[in-house]
């Protein structure tokens, strides 16, 4: 009977030290829950956070409370988790967790975090918030492995490395399942105007006569593209240049006045050399493309396209 009178006093022993410790921590665990729902801006926090011994262990339980309004997290019937939270604030919730636990994990400094696509059903405000929180993760920890479908939220994440210490992968269908290879951020980083630009200026550096076509059908995209920032009354999306330039030619001397006589002449120009390689021109893929005469307008066109 000592044995079993010693077994049971350790047991109580360490069930108490165990209630000491979750009646220490679980407020800590709350407190830092709704810190990052705080800055996650839901509208929602968590409240009575709580340990609970079941037959399968020691548990916890909460609720969720809106607008002063305690929700149920497991109720069958009436208000609860499922029908009270969006989608976005369930993964909210989820993160807010997922942070507030690497917060009290020990030895932070050495773990790897993998963290695989948070912003699902995020607005942008917190997709923002949640790249922060990564970042800021980042320079705690040995590594974050980041995983998303999401290119503009790693882009934006890639933008934020330390291009020293990153490293940009991507997954690829393979013949008998998928394959690592490097990722490009860059090529999805950049705007198709700014990927045009770049090609028509590298062929005034260096004539490539692979290139020479496509540099003539991004003429006229980048005139397109001048235009509707320039001019977004006058030429909005869907406005083609010609009838633009009719425009501009009947404001000229008005104190409406759009484009000069000079600038009209120029842009005329620019767009009757451009059409020959616009798909609406039936001969626009065989068109006989001329190197200086398509370096003259590609720089007048960079020109037109560079006033401020």
Not at 138 to 149: F, P
């Amino acid at each position: 009977m000592s044995a079993k009178t010693e077994t049971e006093k350790r047991r109580d022993e360490t069930r108490t030290a165990l209630d000491d410790y979750r009646d220490q921590i679980f407020p800590q665990y709350e407190s830092a829950i709704n810190d990052y729902l705080q800055r996650f801006t839901a509208s929602f926090r968590i409240g009575r956070f709580k340990s609970v011994n079941t037959r399968g262990g020691s548990s916890a339980s909460y609720c969720v409370v809106i607008n002063h309004q305690e929700v149920n997290v497991t109720a069958d019937e009436g208000p609860s988790f499922k029908n009270t939270l969006s989608a976005g604030d369930r993964n909210t919730l989820a993160l807010a967790f997922f942070f507030a636990s690497l917060d009290h994990a020990a030895d932070l400094a050495g773990k790897v975090v993998v963290i695989d696509d948070p912003i699902t059903s995020l607005d942008d405000h917190r997709t923002l918030r949640t790249r922060e929180e990564i970042m800021r993760l980042s320079e705690r920890v040995e590594q974050v492995i980041m995983l998303s479908h999401s290119k503009p939220f790693l882009c934006d994440l890639w933008n934020q490395a330390d291009k020293n210490t990153a490293t940009a992968l991507r997954i690829n269908r393979a013949e008998s399942g998928s394959e690592f290879s490097e990722w490009n951020v860059r090529n999805d980083s950049i705007s198709e105007h700014d990927k045009r630009h770049e090609l028509v200026r590298g062929y005034l550096v260096s004539a490539n006569p692979d290139k020479d076509r496509e540099v003539a059908q991004t003429l006229r995209p980048i005139m397109e593209a001048f235009m509707r920032v320039a001019y977004p009354e006058h030429f909005p999306p869907g406005k083609l240049l010609g009838p633009f330039l009719g425009i501009a030619d009947q404001y000229v001397g008005t104190n409406r006045e759009i484009l000069s006589v000079g600038d009209i002449a120029e842009a005329r120009e620019l767009l009757k050399y451009a059409n020959q390689f616009h798909h609406d021109n039936p001969t626009w893929q065989t068109t006989a493309i001329n190197d200086a005469e398509l370096s003259d307008f590609a720089r007048r066109t960079l020109i037109f396209t560079s006033r401020a």
